[in-house]
């Protein structure tokens, strides 16, 4: 029977991922069609399909009702497949240019249909192999005014944002994120993963009262404020990149929370290349600023001519937003930088790095830098004074 028809949830395979397109008639009927499971993610299955005659092709992506990266002894729902497709679909009205189309969603089987966009290289390995992708930050910079501007109660008027907030209550996924970012990297937990060198330096970060109390503050934040629906997990391994094009994927993380999160996972992904990448450091930097100062303009622009809240619309209280997304954001970083180097889940940028000494000093670095964004957020009172502050310390 038709996978169509069946109406409970199963894993794809490759052959039941062509029926399912060709079921759609997303192709022609008799179309060849070949297939490939893809997916390099922790969680999910991503199937590229393909129909070399007609040069067509998409992508399912399926949840598993488990993470894949650990297996069936850690339960996930199989509800983030509905949220990633809805995130994508709002996200895609908001920012067209910035990200892909979906074609066909369905709740039961867990599976969204969309744009393929193997054109692209995932940023985090473009970056690595050593791409710079000069509109990225432009970019993304764009990408979160939009996002956290429309989404947002200014940009949305107050009944529609909390329609939308209900719709997003994301709990399993935002309880990995609260565990994974803000409670173990801090302790000592077994979910941590780091190199014996590092030790010294992680367990002066477990005894650091001060810093535990600014994660805590960080960490009330996250599980509070529902200024904006957030992407949830906006790394660059997140964002397919090319030299002209920027498209970000795999929101399923999505949920109102403060604006501040998504702008600091930014920073912090490309931090990482500003600490790993030292050829191309300065290039790094210019990218963190643009992300910044396009994010504060076109924010500012939309502010004044999109908002909902006409009480609201003065410069000072502008003044005031910019300033608490930038501290929030700076906090947010160095909780990124500090969980992607000794928390699960790493990044390639700081494990690739050869030879042991080195990667363990930019690891140490990476704490450094991570431990005082935290604390020092509310000093950093301007874009000149972080970077002074990161330059200081690599
Ligand atoms: P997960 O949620 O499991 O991390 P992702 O959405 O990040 O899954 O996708 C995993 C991988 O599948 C990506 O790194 C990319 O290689 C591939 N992929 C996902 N979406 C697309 C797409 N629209 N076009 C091409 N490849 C994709
Ligand atoms: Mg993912």
């Given at each position: 029977?038709?996978?169509?028809?069946q109406?409970?949830?199963?894993?794809?395979t490759?052959?039941?991922?062509?029926?399912l397109?060709?079921?759609?008639?997303?192709?022609?009927g008799?179309?060849?069609?070949?297939?490939?499971?893809?997916?390099?993610?922790?969680?999910?299955?991503?199937?590229?399909?393909?129909?070399?005659?007609?040069?067509?092709?998409?992508?399912?992506k399926?949840?598993?009702?488990?993470?894949k990266?650990?297996?069936?002894?850690?339960?996930?729902?199989?509800?983030?497949?509905k949220?990633e497709?809805e995130?994508?679909k709002?996200?895609k009205?908001?920012a067209?240019?910035?990200v892909?189309?979906?074609f066909?969603t369905?709740?039961?089987?867990?599976?969204?249909?969309?744009?393929?966009?193997s054109?692209?290289l995932?940023?985090r390995?473009g970056?690595?192999?050593?791409?710079?992708y000069?509109l990225?930050?432009?970019?993304?910079?764009?990408y979160?005014a939009?996002?956290?501007?429309?989404?947002s109660?200014?940009?949305?008027?107050?009944?529609i944002?909390?329609?939308?907030l209900?719709?997003?209550?994301?709990?399993e996924?935002c309880?990995?994120?609260?565990?994974l970012?803000?409670?173990?990297?801090?302790?000592?937990a077994?979910?941590?993963?780091?190199?014996?060198?590092?030790?010294?330096?992680?367990?002066?970060?477990?005894?650091?009262?001060?810093?535990?109390?600014?994660?805590?503050?960080l960490?009330?934040?996250?599980?509070?404020?529902?200024e904006?629906l957030?992407?949830?997990?906006?790394?660059?391994g997140?964002v397919f990149?090319?030299?002209?094009?920027?498209?970000v994927?795999?929101?399923?993380f999505?949920?109102?929370?403060?604006?501040?999160?998504d702008i600091g996972q930014?920073f912090?992904?490309?931090?990482?290349?500003v600490?790993?990448?030292?050829?191309?450091?300065?290039?790094?930097?210019?990218?963190?600023e643009?992300?910044?100062?396009?994010?504060k303009?076109?924010?500012t622009?939309?502010?004044n001519?999109?908002n909902?809240?006409?009480?609201a619309?003065?410069?000072?209280?502008?003044n005031?937003?910019l300033?608490?997304?930038f501290?929030?954001?700076?906090?947010f970083?160095?909780c990124e930088l500090?969980?992607?180097?000794?928390?699960?889940?790493h990044?390639a940028?700081l494990?690739?790095?050869?030879?042991?000494q080195?990667?363990?000093?930019?690891k140490?670095?990476t704490?450094e830098?991570?431990?005082l964004?935290?604390?020092?957020?509310?000093?950093?009172?301007?874009?000149?004074?972080?970077?002074t502050k990161?330059?200081?310390?690599?």
């Open positions: 029977m038709s996978l169509l028809k109406k409970t949830y199963q894993p794809l490759n052959e039941s991922a062509v029926e397109a060709l079921d759609l008639n997303i192709f022609a008799h179309a060849t069609l070949s297939c490939k499971e893809i997916g390099d993610g922790n969680l999910n299955l991503v199937f590229h399909i393909v129909d070399e005659l007609e040069g067509k092709s998409i992508i399912i399926q949840a598993l009702p488990y993470a990266v650990v297996g069936e002894s850690w339960p996930l729902t199989l509800k983030r497949a949220i497709a995130a994508l709002i996200f009205q908001i067209p240019d910035y892909p189309e979906v066909y369905d709740d039961v089987l867990a599976v969204t249909i969309m744009e393929d966009l054109h692209l995932i940023a390995t970056f690595i192999k050593g791409e710079t000069p990225f930050a432009k970019h993304l910079g764009e979160l939009k996002t956290l501007f429309y989404t109660d200014y940009g949305l008027g107050p009944s944002k909390k329609e939308y209900q719709q997003f209550i994301n709990p996924l309880k990995i994120t609260e565990d970012i803000f409670t173990d990297p801090f302790v000592d077994d979910t941590n993963e780091f190199e014996g060198g590092l030790r010294p330096a992680v367990e002066a970060l477990w005894r650091d009262e001060e810093l535990q109390f600014h994660v805590n503050v960490k009330k934040s996250f599980l509070s404020e529902t904006a957030l992407h949830g997990d906006l790394h660059t997140s990149a090319g030299q002209i094009e920027t498209k994927i795999d929101p399923e999505a949920f109102y929370g403060p604006a501040g999160f930014v912090a992904n490309l931090l990482f290349q600490i790993a990448n030292e050829e191309k450091r300065d290039l790094f930097i210019n990218h963190v643009t992300v910044w100062n396009v994010f303009d076109q924010y622009f939309l502010w001519t999109e909902k809240e006409t009480a619309k003065t410069s000072t209280f502008l005031y937003q300033s608490k997304f501290e929030d954001s700076i906090g970083a160095g500090i969980r992607r180097t000794i928390g699960l889940s990044v940028d494990d690739g790095i050869e030879g042991e080195t990667r363990i000093a930019a140490q670095k704490l830098i991570g431990t964004l935290i604390k020092q957020r509310k000093e950093i009172k301007s874009l000149a004074a972080f970077i990161v330059r200081e310390l690599i």
